[in-house]
């Protein structure tokens, strides 16, 4: 099974992108990030034209995640389910054969002296609450989507630029490493200890050109799914062409 991650930053601006990517690679299982539309506003026929079921978890504007899937979605849950009011559109899960599959884009926080670098850190911690109820040991679980946390040195191209940024400081790198101590695997590192592999280059500055990006895009699998990890890989390409997201695709393969 072919699970990927993609924050898209817009399916309307990435549709037909999105629509003759699935065509050409066929992956199984797709969690979507920052679809930035109302679920009635989702290219749901489209989808099913060309085989793909799909959840979906929208918001006008902002944020937006999504999961689909070449066979049917059961058990769909849209956020943390811990009654926590206004809360914003960045978590849906679905169970997929016999994998429980999580797609989710953590907050971004702007700068670390912001309120909205506080709102993720508490995003992050109800987050950890929630998977903390799950037997990662025993059950299949995939987190897939956005992190936005740069894990570690290996995953960002100019140190002196972002170190100390929302992306890549201690305290993020502390977090991710909470997921893992949960009984997640990194399942990219599994496969890559290589430096120099990004996920997310910004628009601005010819980023992409000069190769100025992070890997914020990660897929986890539980204790009990990561020995079944094939492969992984990021599929640079996805960031070139006409109108790409500033992220590209993450896969990772499970036998």
């Known amino acids: 099974m072919f699970i990927t991650t993609w924050n898209v930053n817009s399916i309307r601006a990435r549709e037909e992108r999105l629509l003759t990517w699935l065509k050409d690679a066929a992956p199984d299982v797709v969690c979507l ?58 978590l849906i899960a679905a169970t997929v054969n016999d994998i429980r599959v999580i797609s989710a884009y953590f907050p971004n926080g702007r700068t670390v002296d912001d309120e909205k670098y506080q709102y993720k850190q508490r995003w992050m911690d109800r987050l950890l609450t929630k998977l903390g109820s799950l037997d990662l040991d025993t059950q299949n679980v995939v987190l897939a989507g956005d992190f936005n946390i740069a894990p570690d040195e290996r995953d960002v191209n100019r140190l002196e630029e972002w170190t100390g940024s929302v992306l890549y400081n201690p305290e993020m790198s502390a977090y991710f490493q909470r997921f893992l101590d949960l009984g997640l695997t990194d399942v990219f590192r599994q496969h890559h200890d290589e430096d120099g592999l990004y996920s997310w280059w910004d628009y601005r500055m010819l980023g992409f050109p000069k190769n100025n990006g992070l890997r914020i895009d990660h897929v986890l699998a539980s204790t009990a799914l990561a020995p079944r990890s094939v492969s992984a890989r990021i599929e640079r390409d996805m960031r070139k062409g006409k109108k790409p997201s500033d992220h590209t695709v993450v896969w990772a393969e499970f036998g």
Do not use: C
């Not at 990030?33 to 026929?45: A, N, S």
């Not at 049917?72 to 009654?83: F, H, K, S, V, Y």
């Open 33 to 90: 990030q920052e679809t930035k539309v109302v679920d009635g506003d989702f290219p749901f026929e489209a989808l099913r034209d060309i085989g793909y079921h799909a959840a979906t978890w929208g918001q006008k504007t902002y944020n937006g995640v999504a999961i689909l899937s070449r066979t049917p979605l059961e058990g769909i849950e849209r956020g943390m389910g811990d009654d926590v009011d206004g809360d914003q559109a960045r």
